[in-house]
């Protein structure tokens, strides 16, 4: 147990460096990763309905599901009450997430196809990808970057389940409002892929620890391993098998998509700052939606673009995302954790003088 908490702070600590290391790894030696990602394919084409929308589960499908397992293995009935006992609070971060990281990511896509790089064909696709990266969730990492933030994690973990359960209506109707200008948004798909891939994986983490009770928690570091080693093979075969999205289609376009997703991810970072100041948060609470708005679940965006507009230049947002948000995250985090928490500054003082006056 010992040797799995360590490796599980080795591996969050790192974060950030490893992700690059690992995408840097899937753009040189992409052929490994495509013979992974290829390794699983489960066939759903024989469900009704569903499986002509979404005919196959593949491995990040599948590494995807188990972070989303572990998630509802991990929450705890204080996580649903905390709905009931800080509504405010918890209905704020919904909306901020959906409706800034959406918004935002509409009007990013919008300052993309105006600048017209690589023709009006690849601006519309860069553009879905961009809209349909602002309306997934808020990802596990939220929840990570907000421990380590000090931020409140108890209202992160809320936040996110809540936004991860929405998802599956949230999602393909943004995207099919927003991105439809652009191209077909196929809302059945989208919404069939979250499902599979998401709520069906927490409900069961949720039955799994309602059965096994206080036991999870002493697994709790290895599920923590576990999501931390998915998350690196996920951002590997997001990255590995569309390699070429970023060799073939020049630096520009590369850049102009990379700078697109980090402008979208700090104006989420700064939206859910100056949102939380507004409604007068604490600063636990002001560093929480900040980061809970502006991290978004690139693994389940990478799959949706792959799914629902596959061969299309939507998945390179994604992609890029998926290693922006782990290095931008870990800064973010560490410059909110070295700053003083106000609150605690001033009562400690006060403390201090109630002592001597005592």
Request: with cysteine; hydrophobic share 60%.
């Amino acid at each position: 147990m010992k040797v799995w908490n360590r490796a599980a702070d080795v591996l969050n600590k790192n974060l950030a460096l490893l992700s690059v290391l690992v995408a840097v790894c899937a753009l040189l030696v992409p052929g490994f990763w495509v013979a992974l990602a290829g390794s699983v394919n489960v066939d759903l084409s024989w469900v009704p309905f569903m499986g002509a929308h979404f005919a196959k589960l593949g491995f990040v499908n599948l590494l995807l599901g188990v972070i989303m397992f572990g998630m509802g293995m991990t929450l705890k009935t204080a996580d649903f009450v905390l709905i009931l006992r800080r509504p405010r609070d918890v209905l704020i971060g919904i909306c901020s997430q959906y409706v800034c990281m959406a918004g935002f990511g509409w009007l990013v896509a919008k300052l993309v196809s105006l600048m017209g790089v690589g023709g009006p064909e690849v601006c519309a696709q860069l553009a879905v990808g961009l809209v349909l990266l602002g309306c997934v969730p808020g990802g596990t990492a939220s929840n990570v970057m907000t421990f380590l933030a000090k931020g409140d994690v108890a209202l992160s973990i809320t936040i996110t389940m809540c936004t991860t359960l929405l998802a599956p209506v949230l999602t393909p109707a943004l995207t099919l409002a927003l991105a439809g200008q652009w191209v077909a948004v196929d809302f059945w798909s989208m919404f069939f892929s979250i499902v599979v891939v998401v709520l069906l994986p927490i409900l069961l983490g949720l039955g799994v620890h309602a059965l096994l009770g206080e036991r999870v928690e002493k697994a709790k570091k290895l599920l923590v391993l576990v999501s931390t080693v998915c998350i690196l093979l996920v951002i590997g075969m997001c990255v590995g098998p569309n390699q070429s999205a970023f060799t073939q289609n020049g630096v520009a376009i590369v850049a102009v998509t990379a700078l697109a997703v980090l402008l979208h991810h700090v104006l989420g970072l700064a939206a859910g700052y100056a949102i939380a100041k507004v409604f007068h948060f604490s600063e636990a609470k002001v560093r929480t939606l900040s980061l809970e708005v502006g991290l978004q679940n690139s693994g389940l965006s990478c799959t949706l673009a792959n799914t629902a507009f596959a061969g299309t230049l939507a998945v390179l947002p994604c992609v890029a995302a998926t290693v922006i948000h782990q290095v931008v995250g870990p800064v973010v985090a560490n410059f909110f954790a070295s700053r003083p928490d106000e609150e605690t500054a001033v009562a400690e003082p006060a403390a201090s003088a109630q002592a001597e006056t005592a």
